[in-house]
């Protein structure tokens, strides 16, 4: 029989009780043919199916022990090692790792026990250990260059493992040279999946940089050669990449469908450190639609499972996101628990990005707790520490604390300077999030020096970019969520407006609202009046309405992934109708025509306006959710909120 026909039967009887009486009778045919025949099979299942190609080094130690002979044993030795790293079992790949260089020694191969040492830097890299995997990686190109650069491909993989290793300690230029040097070496070579995984990994260093545009180029260019080539872990990892980008540019839906498709692919392949990884990363898009609960147990998840495969490096960045969700939830203490435990493991693995990370987190609590001096020392020390161009984003969130701190201490003066100076800051480098803090910060900083016109524009700015945010979410729940720590921006325009009032200045908003409204108010309007929890409650019930029904029509949505809980339709069918006899209640309780007009489109004729209450003494904020139409009008006098649909007249 042919070594392709004897490794095809050998692999087929593995899982049964005959394998070894199988074994014994090829005893006579086996040979180093076999066991190369087995060889090519792992390369190709490492990516594919990391899972078959632990059965396939199993099925290879098998045959070299039958062998006898002590290469065969070694590459046996090194296959079971590469295919426990590609499955997620880290700390068994390193042990065999570190047995078949020994093995490879004996046999007097220096190429090969090169080869052992570049694949246990991955093997470093991926627990952590981010300094033993540089300094074995210096070893293994001294090692490489003395036996003359006999394989191009080794050495473009060491470039590939080690890269990784030289950004999480911050040297973020050496980690780009390493990419661009094994994605030339691969394209030369006629390897495009190889040069394919390389841009990924570009892609990340160019989201860190605030280059969006680029990362998003080159995860295209990416996921398209993968998909070409079949191979589906790898896809999936580029999914999962494009998910970040997409939460790091404030497009939450198109994350989470991102990370859906990630999740579905590795979870099929049973890679658990893989699923982990993006359950970690959907705990960051939970967080940002302040579904805090769900993120906490996305992230509890994911660290029992980065803890069991001691994936130090991912360790930490769950404890950073398990802080982060406490936080948001008020349970500082438990937050400033976890952050402790990042720090400390940061340091030891020596991990300044993430450090950097952390101690921003730190900044954010001590705002939380009320110690703006405490947040803006943390933030001034993080800036200090940065080197120029390094993590931008982080930067521009660094002087957005800063200038918080500042309003919260009154020294509206540095709070200007701080402001002024984000503001001039690189357009990319500040995302949506960052953006809409910039806004509101502003706001809240004219407000306190008594600049209410503009203060007022720029709480409509920050309205307007918090609304892009929101549109983007297909789920009226995740929207209800998503503006549940927003009501500020509202609250400070109410505010702001009052003071305009009584100063008898007028201003006239437009907010949230794609079309030209023409907005009849009756002629008691300005009568005072404080309708605004009413209309509220009008607000947050018709969007639970909407997102009631559209689950009672269609149960299947997107955001019913893995990490959300099962709905019952009769559970929802009995809150829809409570909601319905809520509503009821409160347009009962509206005043009779209190809305005269329905906003109508720019297309149509508007109906002759009753008289006006003098615009000298009054603001006016007209916007819609939805349909429902609302208008606050704001005098010298009070305020008072009316509401309608735009489909109803009252």
Not at 270 to 280: E, G, P, R, Y
Request: with cysteine; net charge neutral; aromatic share 6%.
């Amino acid at each position: 029989m042919t070594p392709a026909a004897i490794a095809t039967d050998l692999i087929s009887q593995f899982s049964s009780a005959d394998f070894p009486a199988t074994l014994a009778a090829y005893a006579d045919q086996l040979s180093l043919e076999v066991l190369r025949e087995l060889a090519d099979r792992i390369s190709r299942a490492l990516s594919r199916k990391p899972g078959q190609a632990l059965i396939l080094a199993q099925v290879a130690q098998a045959v070299a022990e039958r062998l006898g002979d002590p290469f065969a044993q070694a590459m046996a030795l090194n296959f079971l090692a590469a295919a426990h790293n590609h499955s997620g079992d880290l700390p068994q790949a390193l042990a065999l790792s570190h047995q078949a260089e020994a093995a490879f020694q004996v046999c007097q191969q220096p190429l090969r026990v090169t080869s052992v040492k570049i694949n246990r830097v991955a093997t470093l890299r991926n627990m952590g250990r981010y300094a033993e995997a540089i300094d074995l990686a210096a070893e293994a190109r001294a090692e490489y260059q003395a036996l003359g650069d006999p394989r191009p491909d080794f050495l473009a993989n060491l470039e590939v493992n080690v890269a990784w290793a030289l950004w999480q300690t911050g040297d973020i230029g050496a980690a780009a040279g390493c990419y661009e040097r094994a994605g030339q070496t691969y394209e030369a070579l006629g390897q495009q999946w190889a040069a394919a995984v390389t841009y990924m990994d570009r892609a990340i260093l160019a989201e860190e940089q605030a280059c969006f545009a680029t990362a998003e180029d080159l995860l295209g260019q990416a996921r398209a050669i993968l998909a070409a080539e079949d191979l589906a872990k790898e896809r999936a990892h580029v999914d999962l990449n494009l998910g970040i980008l997409a939460f790091k540019t404030g497009r939450l839906q198109a994350a989470l469908h991102h990370l859906e498709l990630a999740h579905h692919e590795l979870e099929s392949q049973q890679l658990a450190h893989a699923v982990a990884t993006v359950n970690h990363y959907r705990a960051q898009v939970y967080l940002q639609l302040n579904l805090a609960q769900e993120a906490i147990r996305l992230a509890h998840q994911a660290r029992q499972s980065f803890k069991r495969d001691r994936r130090a490096g991912m360790l930490l960045l769950s404890h950073l996101n398990l802080a982060s969700g406490y936080r948001q939830l008020g349970q500082l203490t438990t937050a400033h628990d976890y952050l402790n435990r990042a720090r400390r493991l940061a340091r030891r693995l020596a991990a300044a990005p993430t450090l950097n990370e952390i101690d921003t987190e730190r900044a954010r609590l001590a705002l939380d707790q009320r110690l703006p001096g405490r947040a803006r020392r943390i933030a001034r020390q993080v800036l200090k520490r940065l080197k120029p161009l390094e993590q931008p984003t982080l930067a521009l969130d660094l002087r957005l604390i800063e200038a918080q701190s500042d309003l919260m201490s009154g020294r509206w003066q540095r709070a200007s300077q701080a402001l002024q100076t984000i503001t001039q800051a690189a357009p990319t480098a500040l995302t949506p999030a960052l953006r809409l803090q910039l806004a509101w910060l502003q706001a809240e900083l004219q407000t306190n020096q008594a600049a209410y016109v503009e203060a007022l524009a720029a709480y409509e700015n920050a309205a307007q970019q918090l609304l892009w945010q929101h549109e983007q979410l297909i789920s009226d729940e995740t929207g209800l969520d998503f503006l549940a720590d927003k009501t500020g921006i509202l609250a400070g325009m109410r505010r702001c407006s009052h003071m305009l009032a009584t100063t008898g200045r007028f201003s006239l908003t437009q907010l949230a609202t794609k079309l030209e409204l023409a907005l009849e108010l009756p002629a008691a309007a300005s009568s005072p009046s404080s309708p605004a929890q009413p209309n509220g409650q009008m607000v947050a019930l018709q969007q639970r309405w909407h997102w009631l029904q559209n689950r009672l029509e269609s149960p299947f949505t997107l955001l019913d992934d893995t990490a959300r809980r099962e709905l019952d339709p009769e559970q929802l069918r009995q809150e829809l109708r409570q909601v319905e006899m809520e509503l009821a209640e409160l347009h009962r309780r509206q005043q009779a025509g209190t809305l005269v007009n329905t906003p109508a489109r720019a297309t149509s004729a508007p109906t002759p306006a009753p008289e006006r209450p003098d615009p000298g003494t009054a603001v006016l904020h007209f916007y819609q959710v939805d349909d429902q139409c609302q208008a606050l009008l704001i005098s010298a006098a009070g305020s008072q909120l009316f509401s309608g649909l735009a489909s109803t007249r009252f």
